[in-house]
């Protein structure tokens, strides 16, 4: 058998009230969500802290995972309570664990857009990327590269609120930028960012975009434009905290000529430095000192070493 089709060894995941084993949450390929891309979810990180093992900022993620189900319209049955008793319980069950994945979707089968039966089933799994997913593949992908060669996409523009709105993590909005990162990456290019209606740069498909302009102001997209990243508000929030003056407003792709730093931020991704957009040079060095001082800041909240923001930790053992 080879390394594709075998599951993880000893993972469990929560599915509907209980864990269960990993190779159990299967759906029929007529399921409702795979068939629509109903499916909702929400991606958070898992760090070992001295107090223990910890999910950031899990309240946060059940929060915007509730959402996500309003505004697709799907109806859970658990409340935020459950849902974060479950990411604890799915972390407690599978140590060495790196990220928590929250997925809602109908599993039914159905034949029509609108299902049949409504039953949202929800599972939450805890697992490490690379160890339980990517490595184990027949042909496993590189690891990321240290900075970003960043292309700006042309042709497809930003997802529109009048389709899906911005802020749902749903699959739906995934299907379009996959297609424009994948030609992207065999262009040569690590990540794409989106353009809105206006010519304006929004967020590329898994992650929040910065840059630093020419006045050291650090600029991201507005909120209604993007997915509402709880790294992005961390990043701004540490970005305040180190004296940093921030925007939130439009940026024409233009700005990106003149930036001293850009970089990306997301789950994954944690601050990653961009070093050229459509092949040209960000900066003159890259990290820049504003995309050091916040990539270095975030990695010692997430390992519990920064007492500030502690509160940003929240232990599985609670």
Request: charge should be neutral.
């Amino acid at each position: 058998m080879s390394p594709a089709n075998t599951a993880p060894p000893n993972r469990t995941l929560w599915l509907d009230g209980a864990l269960v084993p990993w190779e159990a949450a299967r759906v029929h390929v007529l399921s409702q969500s795979l068939a629509r891309g109903s499916l909702i979810f929400d991606y958070m990180s898992v760090h070992e802290t001295p107090r223990g093992t910890a999910i950031f900022r899990l309240t946060e993620h059940v929060e915007r995972f509730v959402t996500s189900a309003r505004l697709v319209g799907l109806p859970l049955a658990q409340d935020a309570a459950t849902l974060r008793s479950a990411c604890k319980a799915a972390v407690r069950a599978n140590p060495g664990a790196k990220v928590v994945k929250l997925n809602a979707y109908l599993a039914s089968e159905e034949v029509d857009v609108v299902p049949a039966d409504d039953h949202v089933s929800v599972a939450a799994l805890a697992y490490d990327p690379w160890a339980d997913v990517l490595l184990r593949k027949e042909h496993p992908p590189a690891r990321p590269p240290k900075t970003v060669r960043l292309w700006v996409e042309k042709e497809l523009r930003q997802r529109r609120a009048d389709i899906l709105h911005p802020h749902a993590k749903v699959a739906g909005n995934y299907t379009s930028p996959m297609i424009a990162k994948w030609r992207a990456r065999k262009a040569g290019y690590d990540e794409i960012v989106l353009l809105d209606e206006h010519g304006n740069l929004t967020e590329t498909p898994t992650a929040n975009f910065f840059l630093v302009d020419a006045a050291g102001v650090l600029r991201t997209a507005p909120d209604d434009a993007v997915l509402l990243g709880i790294t992005r508000r961390s990043v701004l929030e540490l970005a305040r905290a180190e004296g940093v003056k921030t925007s939130e407003e439009p940026i024409p792709a233009q700005a990106l000529a003149t930036a001293r730093e850009a970089f990306l931020s997301g789950t994954s991704a944690g601050v990653w430095p961009i070093e050229s957009a459509d092949a040209l040079p960000i900066g003159r060095e890259c990290p820049g000192p504003v995309t050091r001082a916040l990539r270095d800041r975030f990695q010692r909240v997430t390992t519990g070493a920064d007492p500030a923001f502690a509160h940003w930790l929240e232990l599985v053992s609670d």
